[in-house]
Antibody
Framework: QVTLKESDPGILQPSQTLSLTCTFS??????????VGWIRQPSGKGLEWLAN???????YYNPSLKNRLTISKDTSNNQAFLKITNVDTADTATYYC?????????WGQGVMVTVSS | DIVLTQSPATLSVTPGESVSLSCRAS??????IHWYQQKSNESPRLLIK???QSISGIPSRFSGSGSGTDFTLSINRVESEDFSVYYC?????????FGSGTKLEIK
């Protein structure tokens, strides 16, 4: 059974760094072809893909945020991470991690992140 | 970036009707399109992969078709649990992009 869960970073202030952890079970990030992605969704709006990390440590970022994003993984502990630097109120959203096996087939429950002064 | 345009933005239907939701890509993407359903306050759920391939556990009333630039998600005889938002997504090229969604609502 595949499950994923995002950590809750709490409320952030503008200019801080958002650190998210995705803890998963039921698959391994060392398996060929498998990856984990991060997607976010502002309240009442659509989905925005942020970044992917693959089994071979290949990484891809959304160019619109690339300079602010860092994705990484800890294969041994079944975790993936996303950092977003210099956050702003526009980064307020629900953040999801999802398994990639050609498509996002399993999603975490999402975590609401609020950036507020 | 590949832009996915979904139409209509909102579709009002009566339970029991059959519907078709459209997703048009700004360039050819073969069949690298996937459909997701998102109910209120829930995570998206994969419905269809690679334009027309079914997903285990998804009701057979959901089907997909298309290739190149034009894709369709069809729901045969809509049920009350189907009223939600539907997104298409392409994995043909990075950055992965989503359509803006179609909201299926009760008439």
């Amino acid at each position: 059974q595949v499950t994923l869960k995002e950590s809750d970073p709490g409320i952030l202030q503008p200019s801080q760094t958002l650190s998210l952890t995705c803890t998963f079970s039921g698959f391994s990030l060392s398996t060929y072809g498998v990856g984990v992605g991060w997607i976010r969704q502002p309240s009442g709006k659509g989905l925005e893909w942020l970044a992917n990390i693959w089994w071979d440590d290949d990484k891809y970022y959304n160019p619109s945020l690339k300079n602010r994003l860092t994705i990484s993984k800890d294969t041994s502990n079944n975790q993936a991470f996303l950092k977003i630097t210099n956050v702003d109120t526009a980064d307020t959203a629900t953040y999801y991690c999802a398994r990639i096996d050609g498509y996002f087939d399993y999603w975490g429950q999402g975590v609401m992140v609020t950036v507020s002064s | 970036d590949i832009v996915l345009t979904q139409s209509p933005a909102t579709l009002s239907v009566t339970p029991g009707e059959s519907v078709s939701l459209s997703c048009r890509a700004s360039q050819g993407i073969s069949t690298s399109i996937h459909w997701y359903q998102q109910k209120s306050n829930e995570s998206p759920r994969l419905l269809i992969k690679y334009a027309s391939q079914s997903i285990s556990g998804i009701p057979s009333r959901f089907s997909g078709s298309g290739s190149g630039t034009d894709f369709t998600l069809s729901i045969n005889r809509v049920e009350s649990e189907d009223f939600s938002v539907y997104y298409c997504q392409q994995t043909y090229s990075l950055p992965f992009t989503f359509g803006s969604g179609t909201k299926l609502e009760i008439k």
